[in-house]
């Protein structure tokens, strides 16, 4: 930590993150962005994430992985083969000295191991647990694999994305991974505050799927009380309020906000959206698809950029589709310290969205890039006693 900067809320904090996912890592991402140690337990070959791209630079090389580059940023890593004689009894005496084990493991793999939950309680009472995976600990589909996709169709999320006429969609990137690292987070520093009260550890069972599906409360509970159910929005008449396309990408505009329905035809430039056909709320749904031709058209030789700010000036409910290459030059997120450029030994510097929340005593710090593989071994290994000739005996048994 450099000097005179302020400490981090989570200071003091061990954490193993044993997680080969997107979840777990992204959990432990959180705790290590606000000042938690965390140290990433790799099996020798590596976790699973240094071979999913996309790569720096097209390399398809372990250390270039910038999914897990992003994942693993102000962590330690060291390697560890749980599978290998010794490896067990090695985790046991990280955990001894830890506050936190973030793992995402089948349920039951730890414990065949020997190092479940109760195994590491006996060697620290105060440890928290953090278990992040696709079903949870229990219920019959706690046993079963899950990825992004089958968490995200599980969720119910799916059913109601897309339109009509269409299958269901699922929106892009690794959406219920991250609610799911985001909710585990949430509940280990929960758990954490517990622990400094009453010096007790616990097991934390974080449902990937239950996360997502807690979003979808409106659903739920219309289903729950009314027996309705939300569908899929109509394949025709659905532009105003969804996106609609311009001279150079897609924009959203809504009702709401400052203003008027004339201030939104003044907008568009299309005198016949003054009809009350349109002009009254009740009747756009049945004029859906002659509404969206009058506004795509009052739009379709304009910029995006230009009816933003215009729209914006009007007072009305307004937004654009931004790209990849808008984000990363967005002036909100710059403004904001949003992203963050670091020194990578393997990749050089490079630049990643960073701050996720900002806490004005304990505000985030880009402390360490993320590890290469094994990075850390001597250093933390020889907390345990180990020096270098035990290393290098470890490794040509495969433990480490």
Known sequence: ???????????????????????????????????????????????????????????????????????????????????????????????????????????????????????????????????????GQTGPYSQYAGDELMCYAMSTIMSISGTSDREPLKHGGFQAQYEGGLNGAGATTMALFHQSMTGEGQHLDVCITECVASTMLATQSM????????????AEGTLFGNPMPCADGWVI??????????????????????????????????????????MVDG?????????????????????????????????????RGFYREIEHPVMGQVRLPAVLLNMSATPYQLRRTAPLLGQHNLEVYAELGLIPEDLTRLRRMDIV
């Open 1 to 135: 930590m450099t000097t005179g900067a302020p400490m981090g809320a989570l200071r003091g904090v061990r954490v193993l993150d044993l997680s080969q996912d997107v979840a777990g890592s992204f959990c432990g991402r959180l705790l290590a962005d606000y000042g938690a140690e965390v140290i990433k337990v790799e099996p020798p070959a590596g976790a699973s994430l240094r071979r999913q791209g996309p790569f720096h630079g097209d390399d398809p090389d372990p250390e270039k992985s910038l999914l897990f580059f992003v994942l693993n940023v102000n962590k330690q890593g060291i390697t560890l083969n749980l599978e290998a004689s010794g490896g067990p009894e090695l985790l046991k005496n990280l955990a001894a000295g830890a506050d936190v084990v973030v793992e995402s493991y089948k349920p039951g793999y730890l414990e065949s191991l020997g190092v479940g939950y109760d195994a590491l309680r006996e060697v620290n009472e105060r440890l928290v647990l953090t278990s992040i995976t696709p079903f």
């Open 253 to 294: 505009g809504q009702t709401g906000g400052g203003a008027t329905w004339d201030t939104q035809v003044d907008f568009y430039g299309r005198e016949e959206l003054r009809d009350s056909r349109f002009s009254e709320a009740g009747q756009r749904i049945n004029n859906g698809a002659e509404m969206d031709a009058l």
């Open 223 to 234: 289903y729950a009380y009314t027996g309705g159910v939300q569908s899929r929005r109509a």
């Open 299 to 335: 739009i379709k030789g304009r910029g995006r950029w230009d009816l933003f700010h215009e729209a914006s000036q009007k007072r009305m409910l307004f937004g654009l589709v931004q790209t990849p290459e808008d984000l990363a030059a967005c002036p909100q997120l710059e403004s």
